[in-house]
């Protein structure tokens, strides 16, 4: 694992990087349509015709249980002319996929069925016009994508996170609910915040009461970012925090999952989405209370960011300096986000400098 003092960590990513729409349009195109991205979990695609879809990154994605009992995921957009195949969220076709615009029909495997009322065209083959398939792979019952097709395999990527939970029981976790939450910030904004506990004692005073933040520790082992903050006695929060790279943060706790996924929406939107999975059993109350404390650091979490986005683009900051004891995650990501914008992903990832 790596440690902070071997990491490029004196100076930060410069106020423009969260700022300038072309660099969000760079980020979509060299890491989120070639990152592995957890879109849903197999309990809200159980049956055959069964489909989640979502728009991550400015990319309309879908994943659907077809009729062999495999789950496949598209781009959700129709090879005639881009219609939609359906609405973003959890849903159920029968048999087919069809578009919202003229009613183009698809299998569920991503072949062209029908292009409706088209009548004869010289030079179409219905086979030359599959929706454009993606990457789909599961890790204990979390499904992944990823839009590019040289990609590795998702085991590769989950690895650390795999070794961590080995012992965990994660299949026992019922999927509850998600929530959503629009910040006002860039998704690396909000990130960063998520990598470092610095910020603790000032701006969650409800978990700075719960765990011994003097103690709090980052440790590396890309691509994932652990945290630990031993808690007080009698705290709830005992559990793994982890964080897997481009956007997605992992919190197992004794009765409880929270997977976060962080959205980036437009160069200064971010949407958070939090899936909650529970033990079969839990009291109701216990369970409605989990969720509550989670919202209240969401809102915390969400003043403070889109505080330091407004001051990020009023022209006056531009680069500062990172602490070798708090914000080693966070120089990791920086130094990561680099090395993918420069594209070198490619590369083996850098922890030791």
């Known amino acids: 694992m790596a440690t902070a003092s071997k990491l490029e960590s004196a100076l930060t990513l410069p106020a423009s990087a969260y700022r ?3 660099t969000f349009e760079r980020e979509r195109r060299r890491i989120f349509s070639r990152s592995w991205l957890m879109i849903t979990h197999e309990s809200q695609v159980r049956s055959v015709g069964d489909y989640f879809a979502a728009s991550v990154a400015g990319f309309p994605l879908i994943v659907v249980r ?29 048999g087919a996929l069809v578009c919202r615009y003229h009613g183009w029909r698809y299998g569920l495997d991503g072949r062209l069925a029908s292009a409706r009322d088209f009548g004869p065209a ?7 016009y599959a929706l454009h398939q993606i990457k789909c792979e599961s890790w204990r019952g979390f499904i992944f994508i990823n839009m590019d097709p040289d990609a590795g395999a998702l085991e590769r990527t989950v690895a650390p996170l795999a070794a ?5 029981p994660l299949e026992e976790f019922r999927f509850e609910r998600t929530t959503t939450h629009t910040i006002s910030c860039n998704w690396k904004t909000y990130v960063e915040n998520y990598l ?11 978990l700075n009461a719960a765990v011994d933040t003097s103690r709090y520790a980052v440790s590396l082992d890309p691509p994932v970012i652990f945290h630990h903050a031993p808690p007080r006695d009698g705290s709830p929060v005992e559990g793994l925090w982890a964080w897997l790279w481009p956007c997605l943060g992992v919190n197992v706790y004794a009765d409880g999952i929270l997977m976060e996924r962080i959205w980036p929406v437009s160069v200064n939107v971010t949407r958070l989405e939090y899936l909650y999975f529970f033990r079969h059993g839990i009291e109701p109350a216990a369970m409605e209370r989990s969720i509550e404390v989670s919202g209240i650091t969401t ?3 969400k003043t403070i960011c889109e505080a330091v986005q407004r001051n990020l683009n009023a022209g006056i900051y531009d680069t500062g300096r990172l602490s070798p004891k708090h914000e080693q995650g966070v120089a990791w990501f920086q130094q990561e986000w680099r090395r993918w ?3 070198r992903e490619a590369d083996p990832p850098r922890s030791d400098g």
Do not use: K, S
Not at 66 to 94: I, K, Q, S, T, Y
Not at 122 to 128: A, K, S
Not at 196 to 206: A, K, N, Q
């Open 20 to 22: 300038e729409c072309e």
């Open 196 to 206: 470092e506990g610095y910020h603790i004692p000032l701006v969650h005073p409800f």
């Open 164 to 168: 961590r939970t080995a012992h965990l």
């Open 341 to 343: 914008l420069e594209g």
């Open 66 to 94: 077809g009729e062999d009992g495999a789950v496949r995921a598209f781009h959700n957009v129709c090879r005639h002319r881009a219609g939609p195949l359906v609405d973003d969220g959890p849903g159920r076709c029968e």
């Open 299 to 301: 809102v915390e979490d």
């Open 122 to 128: 010289q030079g179409f083959d219905p086979r030359d």
